[in-house]
């Protein structure tokens, strides 16, 4: 049977593919993280003694399987907000995911190509850089798509400890070490048993450490959850009922530091919105309060909409959103794509990318802002140092599916590798507050409208992975690597 498995041919190919499928078991909402350490030690034993192009295969498969089942949830979106048919959504879903499995397949054959003896060097030396390498790439290139990370899997696992160190880059290359080591074991080398042991330990240890401290006095918060309908929030008569929905959510909780509106709270340009953006102001002004609100804006000259966060009351700034997604709100080959399907009409596709990122005053403190998707880009979380990091966002897009608890995950990552507690306000969930530890402190439920009023205590301090990014992490990869390469002469 495992000769079968390893041997190139369909019957391994479907293996692998329940394999990656399995993986997906150690991120939200499951949160069993051995399940990918399980899934990993598949995809090694079952690439075993391939050639290149068979390991392609075969780690594309496995990654088919991987992704196909970890971003389902982008068919709500384009099936039930895009009106797209099904068959053509699900269409769209295995594209994805087969663009996404080929990052893994030439991880694989690379693996396979230059480092062909079944040995150390090959499995927790090579395979734990070539994966990282993927990763890295595929969050990077065409603006880059950094879901599903291994290190995501570690948020509440033993390596989290690294996160403040080397970041979820560097919690996937030490799962990909303990992996490679436990490989080993099951083929007889039982030595590497201490090494995966190690690995595991120095995560736990790194947990102990402290990196930040805290900096003043909590700050009070209410977080606005309006639970508008995704699939009425852009009709024109919604307007009115939206606004009375978040003003009125929130009459109660004037006077705390920071009242936070998710992102395009509001169905409409701010320009359009001056009278009623004009009396929150002065609400929020008399009352102490800032208002901190997700909603578009736009430039005339030349003419330019946002995606942006904007500032009122007691504090200022806006902020425009810089990673945009693509379809969602901006649409590639715009003008083949424009009126083809419903789903390259969505209500704000016409968006433009915002400058580098500053931080915002608010209530007292700093806030480092991220909308949406972009608080899955570490490095340009890192990149701001403020005294918390606020993310809005608008999860309704996907419905009750995994996507939402994969993106609070990703959260909390953020506010684990920075030292900072984290703010997430969203129409309609996951809304929640996160400590500078990554640990959930208060959440709404999904799917009602309701505020989330708590405390967060901000922090000063930058961890070593704020400080210097990707560095370290860099260099232990390239030392790696090296050694890798230096050991395969043997």
Not at 225 to 246: C, D, F, R
Not at 379 to 407: C, E, K, Y
Request: proline share 7%; net charge neutral; hydrophobic share 50%.
């Amino acid at each position: 049977m495992l000769h079968q498995w390893r041997a190139p041919g369909w019957r391994g190919h479907g293996l692998a593919l329940l394999l990656g499928l399995l993986g997906v078991f150690a991120f939200a909402p499951y949160g069993f993280w051995p399940a990918l350490i399980l899934s990993g030690l598949g995809l090694l034993w079952s690439t075993r003694g391939l050639t290149p192009k068979a390991a392609f295969a075969r780690g594309f498969f496995w990654a088919l399987g991987f992704y196909g089942f970890g971003v389902s949830w982008v068919h709500v979106s384009i099936h039930v907000f895009g009106q797209a048919p099904w068959v053509l959504a699900a269409g769209f879903v295995l594209l994805l995911a087969a663009y996404m499995a080929l990052y893994a397949g030439l991880a694989m054959a690379a693996l396979a190509r230059w480092f062909p003896k079944d040995d150390a060097a090959r499995h927790v030396l090579a395979f734990p850089v070539l994966w990282l390498a993927q990763e890295a790439f595929r969050g990077w290139f065409i603006t880059g798509f950094p879901w599903l990370f291994f290190g995501y899997s570690q948020i509440d696992g033993p390596l989290a400890g690294l996160a403040p160190v080397l970041g979820v880059y560097g919690l996937s290359l030490g799962l990909a070490m303990v992996i490679g080591a436990l490989y080993l074991c099951l083929s007889g080398r039982y030595a590497f048993a201490a090494l995966a042991a190690a690995v595991l330990a120095l995560g736990w240890a790194a947990g102990r450490l402290s990196w930040v401290a805290p900096k003043g006095a909590p700050v009070s918060l209410a977080l606005v959850q309006g639970n508008v309908p995704q699939e009425v929030k852009w009709n024109p008569e919604s307007l009115e009922p939206t606004v009375e929905t978040y003003a009125g959510l929130s009459a109660p909780h004037w006077g705390r530091a920071i009242v936070v509106w998710p992102e395009a709270a509001l169905p409409a340009l701010r320009e359009q919105l001056k009278p009623l953006l004009d009396e929150l102001d002065k609400k929020a002004q008399a009352s102490g309060s800032a208002l901190v609100m997700g909603l578009p804006t736009a430039e005339l000259n030349p003419r330019r909409y946002h995606n942006s966060v904007v500032v009122y009351g007691r504090g200022e700034g806006e902020y425009h959103k810089q990673h945009l997604v693509p379809f969602g709100e901006y649409v590639p080959l715009e003008a083949a794509l424009r009126g083809l399907i419903g789903f390259f009409d969505l209500p704000m596709s016409a968006f433009t990318a915002g400058e580098s990122g500053a931080a915002l005053k608010s209530g007292g403190i700093t806030l480092n802002p991220a909308i949406c998707y972009e608080i899955a880009y570490p490095l340009q979380v890192a990149a701001v140092d403020a005294d918390a990091i606020l993310t809005v966002s608008n999860d309704a897009w996907f419905g009750d599916s995994i996507g939402p608890h994969q993106h609070l995950e990703i959260a909390r990552m953020r506010a684990l590798e920075n030292g900072r507690p984290l703010i997430r306000a969203t129409n309609n969930g996951i809304t929640a507050l996160v400590d500078a530890q990554g640990r959930v402190t208060a959440r709404l439920p999904q799917f009602e409208p309701g505020v989330l009023s708590g405390e967060i205590q901000p922090t000063t301090g930058r961890t070593p992975f704020a400080r210097f990014g990707a560095g370290l992490l860099a260099g232990l990869a390239a030392l790696m690597l090296g050694l890798a390469w230096w050991r395969r002469a043997d």
